[in-house]
């Protein structure tokens, strides 16, 4: 009995010896098809490409405002700078914005406008707002924010110009200033620092408000004329000139050109020898002349 029992028993553990055995075979032989299916595997490589997107343009673009009263509205901007030929045809969108909002950012927009680029600069239309130095302007070209300045360009109350085209400069000094109820005047002289005598002419803003006699008051009360004690608004309608002919129209008003009268002795100015004792007078009663009144 006891030796069966150890025949039998030998017999069980070389079988279990056998199917172990068989079992490792069969893994390391799963283990080298698995292998050897990797191995056989094809890994095929796509090209890949990159797109860079990038604003047209870097540099500056001038964005100004020009009311044509002072502190008047605009409903126009004028933008200079523009990159015609990188981002020709792209959309362009202007902002102006107030910087100290502190809301969101549509309540910060004063005014806004679209356009095309077709050239280095460009006008486009806004719905009326007034602009102020305070505000900024924001330049959107293709849809991104390119670097921009913003100025705000006032009326010029009295500019001298050469009317003989040869570039000289001058300038014009108010000497007196006088003002009362439905009149004004100014009486002036102007100067130059060329040696060289030339024609000149006067450009007189009316409506140019900001420009100071002496620091402390406007040399034009503005357009119209704000009403005084005893004196309703006006407009300035008549206009009387001293040693000077008009060489405008009333279709420049606000602005009135002048020049020097045509008798030779104050006619052109050179640094050796300013045209003196010059002036106008504009009231609310006659007319302003309808033509040019300078025969040169």
Wanted: hydrophobic letters at 45%.
């Amino acid at each position: 009995m006891t030796s069966r029992r150890t025949t039998s028993g030998r017999a069980g553990a070389v079988a279990w010896v056998l199917v172990a055995a068989l079992l490792a075979v069969g893994v390391l032989l799963a283990g080298g098809a698995v292998d050897a299916s990797a191995a056989s595997l094809t890994v095929r490589a796509r090209s890949t490409g990159v797109v860079m997107l990038a604003r047209c343009q870097g540099s500056t673009v001038a964005v100004t405002a020009a009311p044509a009263l002072a502190g008047g509205s605009v409903t126009a901007l004028t933008l200079t700078g523009l990159d015609a030929t990188a981002c020709a045809g792209r959309p362009l969108r202007v902002e102006v914005v107030d910087p100290t909002s502190t809301g969101p950012w549509s309540s910060a927009v004063r005014a806004s406008g679209t356009g095309t680029i077709t050239a280095t600069s460009a006008t486009v239309t806004t719905a009326p707002f007034v602009p102020t130095a305070a505000l900024r302007a924001r330049v959107v070209i293709d849809g991104w924010t390119v670097p921009s300045s913003w100025t705000v360009t006032t009326a010029v109350g009295l500019r001298c110009v050469d009317a003989s085209g040869w570039g000289h400069t001058c300038r014009v000094v108010v000497d007196r200033y006088q003002v009362w109820n439905g009149g004004y005047r100014l009486d002036f002289h102007v100067v130059t620092t060329s040696p060289l005598p030339f024609r000149y002419e006067i450009a007189a803003d009316l409506s140019a408000t900001g420009f100071d006699v002496d620091g402390s008051e406007d040399a034009f009360p503005g357009w119209p004329v704000p009403a005084s004690p005893g004196h309703p608004s006006w407009y300035p309608a008549g206009m009387s000139v001293t040693n000077a002919c008009v060489a405008s129209s009333s279709a420049d008003l606000p602005v009135i050109r002048l020049r020097g009268s045509g008798t030779g002795w104050n006619d052109y100015v050179a640094s050796w020898a300013p045209a003196y004792s010059l002036g106008f007078q504009v009231d609310d009663a006659a007319r302003f002349p309808t033509w040019a009144g300078c025969s040169y």
